[in-house]
């Protein structure tokens, strides 16, 4: 099984500042999801780019992608409090079935 | 409302006790997972299902066992010779399990041993 890894670990940002995640991966993907974890619950999907995209957006979220790097940013513009969460990126592999993995994550942290 | 509800929030499990955890999803999704996430770490494949009465081991499957005898319900038995079972439990199900489209999570089972 594939799995991405996040970087950094942890980031603690003041409220209305951007925060950049990063993911890597090895192997070549079908496509790259994000999902945001709050503590103690579920994770929530957030967005999902393809092996042929470079960049997509979802409201405050910016995703890029490059395969010839094997990595992948998230962006959340203009932080709130409310977004203080781990967040993953699961990186599905291409070519048949595989199951997805997930990695460490990276733990946000919004200072109001 | 369609979605993926993981019962009970939190167990608790003597030494030497079988416990399930139930995952029931309502999304006519083929495939579901279970996970296991320890403090701070990410989360670890216990079991997947492709489909219907077809399951195959993830990377930490020992002391665990699953069974899909409907679409919609995934339990997974916390067995005695899972020695740590302590821990945070995911269940998740997406449309087909070939990873291109999203899954979906339910809201975990906290799993202690007293």
């Known amino acids: 099984s594939q799995q991405g890894e996040e970087d950094p670990q942890a980031l603690s940002i003041q409220e209305g500042e951007n925060a950049t995640m990063n993911c890597s991966y090895k192997t070549s993907i079908n496509n790259l999801q994000w999902y945001r974890q709050n503590s103690g619950r579920g994770l929530v999907h957030l967005i999902l780019?393809?092996?042929?995209?470079r960049e997509k957006h979802s409201g405050r979220l910016r995703v890029t992608l490059d395969t010839s790097k094997k990595s992948s940013s998230l962006l959340i513009t203009a932080s709130r409090a409310a977004d203080t969460a781990s967040y993953f990126c699961a990186t599905p592999p291409s070519g048949g079935y595989q199951k997805v993995t997930f990695g460490t994550g990276t733990k946000l942290q919004v200072i109001p | 409302d369609g979605g993926i509800t993981q019962s009970p929030k939190y167990l608790f499990r003597k030494e030497g006790q079988n416990v399930t955890l139930s995952c029931e999803q309502n999304?006519?999704?083929?495939?579901m997972y279970w996970y296991r996430q320890d403090p701070g770490q990410g989360l670890r494949l216990i079991y997947y299902s492709q489909i219907v009465n077809d399951f195959q081991k993830g990377d930490i499957a020992e002391g665990y066992s699953v069974s899909r005898e409907k679409k919609e319900s995934f339990p997974l038995t916390v067995t005695s010779a899972q020695k740590n079972p302590t821990a945070f439990y995911l269940c998740?199900?997406?449309?087909?399990?070939?990873?291109?489209?999203?899954?979906?999570f339910g809201q975990g089972t906290r799993l202690t041993v007293v």
């Open positions: 998740a199900s997406s449309i087909f399990a070939d990873g291109g489209t999203e899954a979906f």
């Open positions: 999304l006519n999704h083929d495939a």
């Open positions: 780019i393809r092996s042929n995209e």
